[in-house]
């Protein structure tokens, strides 16, 4: 079985991101800022569903980061999310995100082919070696200094899950952080392979990316550097015989003037961003991760308000349409999308956008069988 991601038309995937986290991606407190509760999650899906969106993308976090809202201090579990969510629409490919540090292979491997199964063939992996220091606190578990350790734990955790979902009778691992004595895992996945995303931007995450995944997940600051991402991705795969697709991140304000959604942005982006917790995302990221260069960190505070370091799509439909036609120009194959509050904003920009995008060869119409 062929899963919808891969098997979608579409020139520009799109998605969603962190609509199972408080806030979304907006680091505000304006009142009207994503409530991640079940209910809307369930609209949102089914909205999504409706409209031939690709995916769904969870963040997997354990530890909010403080300010007045405590950014993300509210988080669905997103294996558990995942399952939800497949059981409420009937086409989109709902990713789990799974913090190889955190979770082990062979129950990993369990969960995703029951979900799997569950879902007729809709599930996907994103894996993330983790980078957070609060989280590994939580856990009781030492953040490797190196970043080359934590993808070289993240390596053998994908091949134990890869070999768990291929192997039908039992086998001993025997590897540097995990060992297992007849170990099997069944059922299988019923898609012949289940999409992987890695989202990573440093030199490790890349190779890890262009080993193993079908997309690379990061951000995008502007559209030279995305095409310098993309050729940088294109020409590692291919020197492995493989192709590694990127995706990448965006903040969607959509409003029918540019005024309005300039003057929405400045509204819950500056004068109610809640800074606290933006500097927290920030300094973490900064001292923990490599998904920034100390540059950017420094030059986007403003979009980290507004959507976690997204890229701005601000603007009228029309801009918001040739903006996506130019990050689709770049080679980039989609972008998830945050919006203050997805299952509200979300009609427009499929009432406005969608088929502008359609009628730019970038999308095609919703099939509805």
Known sequence: ???????????LKLGTFSANCSGGMAVTKVEERWDNNWDNNIDLVQQCDEAGIEFMLPIARWIGYGGDTDFHGNVLE???WAAGLAAHSSRIQVFATVHTAFNHPIVTAKQLA?????????IGLNVVA?????EYDAFGKDLPGDHADRYAMA???FDYVQKLWRMDQAFDWEGTFYQGKGVYSLPHPVQDRIPIINAAASEEGRNFAMRNADFLFTP????????DTVQDISTRAASVNRQVDVLTFCTVVCRPTQQEAEDYLNWYADENADWEAVDNLMTLQGLHAQSFTPEALGMFRDRFAAGHGGFPLVGTPDTIADLLEQLSATGVAGTALAFVDYAKEFPYFRQEVLPRLERKGLRQPVQHS
């Open 130 to 134: 983790g980078w957070n220091k609060p």
């Open 155 to 157: 390596q053998e955790w």
């Open 114 to 122: 029951t979900l799997d199964q569950l879902s007729g063939g809709r």
């Open 1 to 11: 079985m062929t899963s919808p991601l891969f098997s979608s038309a579409n020139k």
């Open 78 to 80: 997103t294996v558990t």
């Open 220 to 227: 995008v600051f502007d559209f030279e550097q995305a095409r």
